[in-house]
């Protein structure tokens, strides 16, 4: 998750050099990359790597733009892609999920960054003085793969051969557990045919926040102040769960935005959290510079335990409740 203010350079960092003429992001392994592209590539590399297991990958995008969240990957009656809007439902077991979301599977690197740049191309944007391509939603893309668990005897072993030294030496129990690549805790897939290794589903979420702003720098007015005021509150709104999770408080206020009922197993669960907080160097960003450091240790508070694996219960993923 990138976080700062207007033009400090999270999409930089997390989608690297970009421009809208052409493909938004270059494939060019030479180029800039940023994370965004460079988790797809090490992502691919591993599963080269081990060609015992087949797992599947899996890619959707949404944004949230006014406090709405929109679908980058649905496509309309005439089979185009537009951002249609989505909404975020609960299911009995307390997971978050977005109803209806379009997800395409993907089976190279370059692959999925063409799903990236064809959601890019759909991302709102606004000029204001402070950066004249400045994006005016959040953008999240979740990566989800489902490969077979490391429960028998044969999964063992090839999890054995990917998996770092220190932790195949921790024993198969720990192994078992942290078998996942992804963000979030491993989900077991249920409704394998009886003796088959079950299926361990993890998620990836990549988050390009939009730039906090103060209005009255920014020079926006009209719809484009209304936008502020929505980013804005939903990343006061994200700074307040983050404040409520690192001092342990028993109500956190994920539904005050969409945001943070969007990113709530990320933010709240037992997945690893990663924060990059872009400031700038300038004397006259100082106040918004300092904010932004205070995010940051809100953030590094947050303490998180093991992850687990959780059963899908199958009762559960038929009947969610929209919010």
């Known amino acids: 998750m990138a976080y700062g203010q207007t033009g400090s350079g999270k999409s930089y960092t997390m989608l690297g050099r970009h421009s809208d003429d052409g493909p938004v992001l270059p494939l060019d392994p030479q180029s800039d990359l940023g994370i965004i592209p460079r988790v797809a590539e090490e992502l691919f590399r591993l599963i080269s790597e081990n060609t015992s297991r087949s797992p599947k990958v899996e890619v959707s995008i949404v944004e949230v733009y006014n406090n709405d969240i929109f679908d980058l990957l649905a496509k309309d009656s005439i089979a185009a892609v537009s951002g249609v809007k989505r909404e975020v439902m609960t299911a009995k077991d307390g997971r978050t999920e977005v109803a209806l979301l379009a997800s395409e599977a993907v089976g190279s690197a370059s692959k999925r960054m063409e799903l990236v740049n064809g959601g890019l191309q759909l991302r709102a944007k606004h000029p204001t003085l402070v950066h004249v391509d400045s994006s005016r939603s959040h953008l999240i893309i979740t990566v ?10 044969t999964a063992d072993q090839a999890c054995s051969a990917t998996l770092p030294r220190e932790q195949t030496e921790a024993g198969r129990a720990g192994r078992s557990r942290r078998a996942s690549q992804g963000a979030l805790a491993p989900q077991l897939v249920p409704g394998n045919p009886a003796g088959h290794a079950e299926q361990v589903q993890a998620r990836l979420q990549l988050v390009d926040l939009a730039g906090s702003e103060c209005i009255g720098v920014s020079g926006v007015t009209g719809f ?3 936008e502020t005021a929505c980013i804005n509150h939903s990343l006061a709104g994200l700074a307040d769960v983050l404040g409520a999770l690192s001092e342990h408080r028993s109500h956190v206020p994920y539904r ?9 197993d990320c933010l709240g669960g037992d997945a690893k959290l990663l924060v990059i907080l872009c400031i700038s160097p300038s004397q006259r960003h100082l106040a918004q510079t300092l904010q932004g450091l205070g995010f940051g240790i809100r953030a590094r508070q947050v303490q998180r335990g093991p992850a687990r694996k959780k059963p899908l219960s199958s009762q559960a993923e038929g009947k969610r409740r929209p919010d």
């Not at 490969?147 to 005897?153: F, K, V």
């Not at 005050?256 to 709530?264: A, G, I, K, M, V």
């Open 144 to 153: 989800t793969r489902t490969t077979a668990s490391c429960s028998d005897s």
């Open 256 to 264: 005050n935005s969409r945001l943070t009922h969007l990113l709530q």
């Open 224 to 226: 484009a102040l209304r």
